[in-house]
């Protein structure tokens, strides 16, 4: 079969020198043709999660495997690599810093890509697919035994890879390192370490003072009870009202909420519902809005399959969706908006609770038994602990069999919790299953990005609050836009923090942030 370009790059975002090029528009097609079936690769992933029967497991494995050997086949072409040496050497380039920005990061995929054996990738493609069945399966039953042997096999297969990518011979090399960079570029964990280090200082003694100020405010709106039926057609209103376009996009219900982009006009994303869980539905459909806007925003429809229409790192992409959920969705602004909207499109559920008390509810900090439940709080000791545990898992430290008592110590040493089942301790996320090791400092990396941005955003917006209570959204989502989404993967991430905010990255602004919102609520 043939894996030669047969798309055709669109002209009019070109510049002169570049429509002149014929190497870069054979290159730019070529890439276009990646990413359409990489978008095929996508839309099975969300019906697998959405809409597939069980009994099609078996089948989807064996899909993926054969379609993810196609597409790496495409990303690893050698006329591909022919394409972008001709581009690196051609001087009408040069000058061109689009054109510069796609070959920087189409030499950084390509010599990435072209470490791993199609074999591999087939392998870890089924694998991963039959590991997030057997994962469903052993979360519903509570039983991290039954799920082992999976877990076992994603760390053999993500330790191939990083080797890989590494280079067997390559002394001191951090095998994890080259895991994050397919999630996080340029990240390294002795980076994350000097990031959490001092976050984890200031907010271990912010908790402790929160859990002894003998304040408590009230649960109760987080327990009002509402049809299900009637809070999606809710949460539909609200992702639409922060900008989410629904004639190109859709929202679903899965076991784990996730955003996944198809391609132009196509981005998709779901939450997940209780009768007594509003506000925390709400705030989830807030959190995937935000991971959607991103991917609305990237420029896909001119510059498919290029990586000026691809986002930058995932830290980055978190940014989106913690601002959306937690500096916007967790404000007093949004619900002096939301609140009057929800009385009316609700029956009324919530006319006894004020802006305030709903404001107070989902500010509560409580340690959590569950990551996506927690509040911003004591959320990134959560992130903290999966990243230790998977970094000793790929250096061969930790025994996958001795996973959940690492994990319950942990919680009991951090959050004071006993876990006493699996299914709200180590079996409670789906990326160990489906392969994602390297990915979960993205979480923490995205609250600082966010935070940072936040402190920006307010002095470019001084009357943000203003408009937020008004329900006008759209001058925040225009910034994101014009600053971040604009850009895709022009600016490495931590380059792009230090453009927009003029700091590098850092943990003040996210300690900052929570403690002037959080300290008048307990009083301290």
């Not at 004591?378 to 230790?388: E, K, P, S, V």
């Not at 996958?400 to 996320?429: F, H, S, T, Y």
Request: hydrophobic letters at 40%; aromatic letters at 8%.
């Amino acid at each position: 079969m043939s894996t030669l370009a047969t798309g055709s790059a669109p002209q009019s975002s070109l510049s002169e020198a570049a429509a002149a090029c014929a190497p870069y528009r054979e290159l730019l097609a070529h890439l276009r043709d990646a990413a359409v079936l990489d978008s095929v690769r996508s839309l099975l992933g969300w019906d697998q999660e959405t809409m597939m029967p069980p009994a099609g497991a078996e089948l989807r494995s064996d899909q993926l495997a054969a379609l993810s050997s196609i597409a790496h086949e495409k990303h690893t072409h050698p006329r591909l690599g022919d394409l972008l040496a001709q581009c690196e050497q051609d001087a009408s380039l040069k000058s061109d810093p689009d054109a510069q920005a796609n070959l920087r990061w189409v030499r950084h995929d390509y010599d990435r890509a072209t470490r791993l054996p199609t074999a591999l990738v087939a392998e870890m493609a089924k694998t991963f697919s039959q590991s997030m069945d057997a994962w469903k399966d052993a979360r519903a039953k509570s039983d991290f035994a039954a799920f082992a042997p999976w877990l076992s096999k994603v760390v053999d297969l993500n330790r191939k890879k990083a080797m890989c990518y590494a280079g067997t011979s390559a002394s001191g090399v951090d095998l994890y390192d080259a895991l994050m960079e397919d999630f996080e570029p340029g990240m390294t964990a002795a980076k994350v370490d000097a990031l959490f280090a001092p976050l984890r200082a200031r907010l271990v003694p912010f908790i402790e003072a929160i859990r002894t100020s003998g304040k408590h405010p009230s649960d109760a709106p987080l327990k009002v009870k509402v049809p299900v039926t009637l809070q999606k057609e809710f949460n539909k209103f609200v992702a639409a009202s922060v900008g989410f376009d629904l004639s190109g996009g859709r929202l679903d219900v899965s076991t784990h909420p996730f955003s996944e982009t198809v391609g132009p006009g196509d981005t998709r994303m779901t939450t997940r519902y209780r009768d007594d869980g509003v506000p925390e539905a709400l705030l989830t459909t807030l959190h995937e809005s935000g991971h959607s806007l991103y991917e609305q925003g990237l420029p896909k429809r001119e510059k498919f399959g290029q990586p000026l229409a691809s986002y930058i790192s995932l830290g980055i992409h978190e940014s989106q969706s913690r601002m959306w959920e937690n500096m916007v969705g967790r404000s007093l602004a949004f619900w002096k908006w939301c609140a009057p909207e929800m009385n009316a499109r609700l029956g009324g559920a919530f006319a006894q609770h004020k802006p305030d008390d709903l404001f107070r509810a989902v500010n509560a900090v409580k340690p959590h038994y569950i990551r996506v439940e927690s509040d911003e709080c004591t959320y990134n000791l959560h992130i903290m602990l999966r990243f230790d545990i998977e970094r000793a898992l790929i250096a061969g430290e930790l025994a996958v069999k001795d996973v959940p008592a690492v994990w319950n110590e942990r919680m009991r040493k951090d959050l004071g919790l006993e876990v006493k089942e699996d299914r709200i301790g180590c079996l409670q996320d789906v990326h160990w299953s489906m392969g994602a090791i390297g990915y979960f400092s993205t979480y923490t990396l995205g609250n600082l990005f966010g935070a940072q941005f936040w402190e920006t955003i307010n002095r470019d917006i001084p009357d943000l609050d203003a408009k937020i209570t008004k329900g006008e959204f759209a001058p925040l989502l225009d910034w994101t836009r014009e600053k971040i989404h604009a850009h895709g993967r022009r600016y490495p991430a931590l380059d792009l923090c230090q453009r927009i905010t003029g700091k590098p990255l850092g943990h003040e602004a996210l300690c900052n942030y929570l403690e002037r919102k959080l300290k008048p609520i307990y009083g301290l």
